[in-house]
Each structure stands twice: as structure tokens, then as C-alpha cells.
Nanobody
């Protein structure tokens, strides 16, 4: 099994920035789609960003377009979520994902999930 290990949790003020990391153990990222979801208590997981690295295609939710970006480091076998201009409503647990979904927001179709990283945006 591929294991996705996340890091980068933290508390930031509104307007601040934070970068989350996700390193894949074993054989690494092998599925076509990689990305990030987030989830608040009592709510369903929602996609934040996803990418098909083979085709250089990316997807961002409307709520984060222009503020968040996704990138990867093949040598470190890792993907990153760069979150800028953070808002209180960005406060959530963030999960990195890897799989072959029909659509980026189909959470149940991803094969691997990170353990979750808490991001808190508050003044």
C-alpha cells in the first residue's frame, strides 16, 4: 500500500500563507490524479485542488482560485499545496489524495488518502 504522509499544519492569521506537504512512501504516486481535499467537522469532504501531471491539467475549486496552487517534486516524491491570502473559512483538515477518479470532486473514487493536516486561520 502507498502511504501518504502529510506535514505543514499550523495557525496563521487572515491574509497569511501556508504550504502543506505530502510525501508518498513505497512506490510513490502512481495514479493519474493527485490533489487535496478539505473537511470540516460534520461536513462532507470537498475538493480543493487536483492535477493530472501527465497532461499538465489542474483543477481548483472556485473558493480557492487565484489563492491556492498545487505543485510537485519528483525527486522528493511529494506534492504541495500553496495556500495564500488565507481566510477564516479556509480553516479545515486538509487531506492529500491519489487515485483515478472520473471527476476531481469524487472523493470516494480516490485510492489513497493522507492522515489529515489541521489548518487554522484566525486572528
Amino acid at each position: 500500500q502507498v502511504q501518504l504522509l502529510e506535514s505543514g499544519e499550523g495557525l496563521v492569521q487572515p491574509g497569511g500563507s501556508l504550504t502543506l506537504s505530502c510525501e508518498a512512501s513505497g512506490r510513490g504516486f502512481r495514479s493519474p490524479i493527485m490533489g487535496w481535499f478539505r473537511q470540516a467537522p460534520g461536513k462532507e469532504r470537498e475538493v480543493v485542488a487536483a492535477a493530472d501531471w501527465r497532461g499538465s491539467s489542474t483543477y481548483y475549486s472556485d473558493s480557492v482560485k487565484g489563492r491556492f496552487s498545487i505543485s510537485k517534486d519528483d525527486f522528493k516524491n511529494a506534492i504541495y499545496l500553496h495556500a495564500n491570502s488565507l481566510k477564516p473559512e479556509d480553516t479545515d483538515v486538509y487531506y492529500c489524495v491519489d487515485g483515478s477518479p472520473r471527476y476531481a470532486d469524487h472523493a470516494h473514487e480516490y485510492d489513497y488518502w493522507g492522515q489529515g493536516t489541521q489548518v487554522t486561520v484566525s486572528s
